[in-house]
C-alpha cells in the first residue's frame, strides 16, 4: 500500500513540474502571469477629512471596479510611518498593484524603493522628492504624473493681479509643510506677483488643506489686518472654504479668494461668489488614471522614458463655467470610461481623456530651484530620450489619443475654456500648453 501511494505521490509531482515548466524554478527572476479573476489594488491618500479625497476616491473606486478588480482605500491620516506601513502590509499580503498620493515628498523615496523591493506595480500623483525620478527607484514605480504646482500657482498669481487691478495685499494659505504640491502652488503665486509692484503678501501660514484650519487662520488674519486685505490665494479648496466663511461672517464680501482642486463638495461657494476662481485639477481622475496605470503595468506595458514623469491637465474655473463643472463631474457617477484609458485593453485606440504631456527631470519647473544633492545626477536615459526625439514622440502621441474632450470647459466661459498643461520637452523653461474644443 505504501509504494503504491508513493507511485502515486511521485507522479503528481512530476505533472505539477510539467505543468510548471521553467517558472517554478526561476524565483524572483522570472515575473509570474497576471493572475485571472479579480486582484485586490490599494490606493493611498491622506483622510477623508479633506473635501478633494472624498473625490479621488471616488475615481479610484470607479477605476479600479471598472476593471474588475476589488479596490481598498488605504488613508494615513498625513503620516509617513502610517502609509509606509500600510504599503508594507499589503505587499505582504501579496497584493501588486498600489496608486495614489504620498503625505510627504520623503515618504516617496521610501515608498518607491518598498515598491520595487516587493514587485509592485505602482503609479503616483501630486507629490514627488526633488531630485529622485522613477528611474532612480527601479522598473516598478512606473510613473509619476500630475498637474505642475509652480504652473498652477503662477495663474493664480495672474487671475489675483488681474481681479485686484494689480494694486492689493493678499494673504497665502500653505497645505501643509511636506507637500511639494502646496508649497510650489504657493511659490508660483509669489513669483508672479513679484511682477506686480502694487502687490503684496502681507502673512503666509500652512493650514494643512483642511477647511477648519484654512477658517482659523482667516479669523486671525482678519482680526489682524482688517480691511487691508484684498485678497486670499489658497493652495486647495477645502481652506479657501474656511477662508470665505471666515470673510463672510466678518462682512467682508469683496475680499478676492482663489483656491485649488475643485470638490463637488464646495463648488457652491463658487456658484454663489463667495470663491473668486478655482483651479480644477481633475482630483478623481487622476486618481482613477493612477490606478490604470498600475493594472497596465502588471498586464504588461512598458512606458517608455519619457512617460515615467507626465505633467497633465488643469482648468480654470469661475461662476461662468461651475454650473458645466458640477453637472459633468459632480453626479454619483463620474463621466470617465476608465478602461479605455488603458494601454493593455485598448492598445490602438486607448483614450487618457485629459492633456498629457511628458515631463523632462532636468529641468523640471517644481526643481528649478531646488539644489541637487551633493553627486546626484538625473539618469542619462532621459537625456539620451530627448535627444532622440522621443519627447517630442509621446507628447504628439497623447495629444493624438485624447480624443473624448468632456475635460474642456464650454466656449461660453472663454477665455477659461481650455485645459492648460505645463510643457518643459524642449529642454528649456517650461510653458504652458492649451487645448480647447
Not at 29 to 54: C, H, I, K, R
Not at 385 to 407: C, K, N, P, S, W
Amino acid at each position: 500500500m505504501y509504494e503504491k501511494k508513493s507511485k502515486i505521490f511521485f507522479l503528481f509531482i512530476a505533472c505539477v513540474l510539467i505543468v510548471s515548466g521553467p517558472s517554478l524554478f526561476a524565483g524572483g527572476e522570472q515575473e509570474a502571469e497576471a493572475a485571472e479573476g479579480p486582484e485586490q489594488m490599494v490606493t493611498t491618500y491622506a483622510t477623508m477629512a479633506n473635501d478633494f479625497f472624498l473625490t479621488f476616491d471616488q475615481g479610484a473606486r470607479e477605476a479600479v471596479e471598472a476593471l474588475g478588480n476589488e479596490y481598498i482605500a488605504a488613508t494615513d491620516d498625513r503620516k509617513p510611518e502610517k502609509f509606509i506601513s500600510s504599503m508594507s502590509s499589503y505587499a505582504a499580503a501579496g497584493v501588486t498593484m498600489m496608486s495614489g498620493y504620498s503625505p510627504t515628498i520623503g515618504s516617496v523615496v521610501e515608498a518607491t524603493k518598498l515598491v520595487n523591493r516587493e514587485k509592485v506595480y505602482y503609479s503616483n500623483v501630486l507629490e514627488i522628492a526633488d531630485w529622485w525620478t522613477p528611474l532612480d527607484a527601479g522598473p516598478y514605480w512606473g510613473m509619476f504624473h500630475f498637474p505642475d504646482a509652480r504652473a498652477i500657482g503662477l495663474q493664480g498669481g495672474e487671475v489675483m493681479a488681474e481681479a485686484l487691478g494689480g494694486e492689493g495685499k493678499t494673504l497665502l494659505l500653505l497645505g501643509f509643510p511636506g507637500s511639494k504640491a502646496g508649497n510650489d502652488r504657493g511659490l508660483g503665486f509669489k513669483q508672479t506677483l513679484e511682477k506686480y509692484p502694487g502687490m503684496e503678501i502681507l502673512a503666509e501660514e500652512y493650514g494643512d488643506f483642511v477647511r477648519d484650519k484654512g477658517y482659523k487662520i482667516t479669523a486671525d488674519w482678519i482680526i489682524k489686518y482688517g480691511d487691508e486685505i484684498s485678497g486670499i490665494y489658497c493652495t486647495n479648496t477645502s481652506m479657501a472654504v474656511g477662508a470665505a466663511v471666515a470673510c463672510k461672517e466678518a462682512g467682508m464680501k469683496d475680499v478676492i479668494i482663489i483656491g485649488t482642486d475643485a470638490n463637488k463638495e464646495n463648488m457652491d461657494y463658487l456658484k454663489d461668489g463667495s470663491i473668486y476662481a478655482i483651479c480644477g485639477i481633475y482630483g478623481p481622475w487622476l486618481a482613477g488614471h493612477a490606478a490604470v496605470v498600475a493594472y497596465d503595468l502588471r498586464h504588461g506595458w512598458e512606458p517608455t522614458v519619457a512617460e515615467t514623469m507626465m505633467s497633465t491637465g488643469f482648468i480654470l474655473l469661475t461662476e461662468d463655467n461651475c454650473q458645466w463643472y458640477i453637472d459633468t463631474f459632480c453626479g454619483d457617477k463620474l463621466p470617465y470610461d476608465w478602461k479605455k484609458m488603458s494601454r493593455t485593453l485598448n492598445p490602438d485606440n486607448w483614450d487618457p481623456q485629459n492633456l498629457m504631456i511628458p515631463i523632462y527631470p532636468p529641468t523640471f519647473t517644481n526643481w528649478e530651484f531646488v539644489e541637487k544633492p551633493k553627486g546626484y545626477e538625473v539618469p542619462e536615459e532621459y537625456t539620451e530620450a530627448l535627444e532622440a526625439g522621443q519627447y517630442d514622440e509621446i507628447r504628439d502621441l497623447y495629444r493624438a489619443h485624447f480624443v473624448d474632450h468632456t475635460v474642456i470647459p464650454p466656449s461660453a466661459s472663454a477665455p477659461y475654456d481650455k485645459v492648460y498643461c505645463s510643457d518643459n520637452t524642449s529642454g528649456g523653461a517650461a510653458v504652458v500648453s492649451t487645448i480647447s474644443k
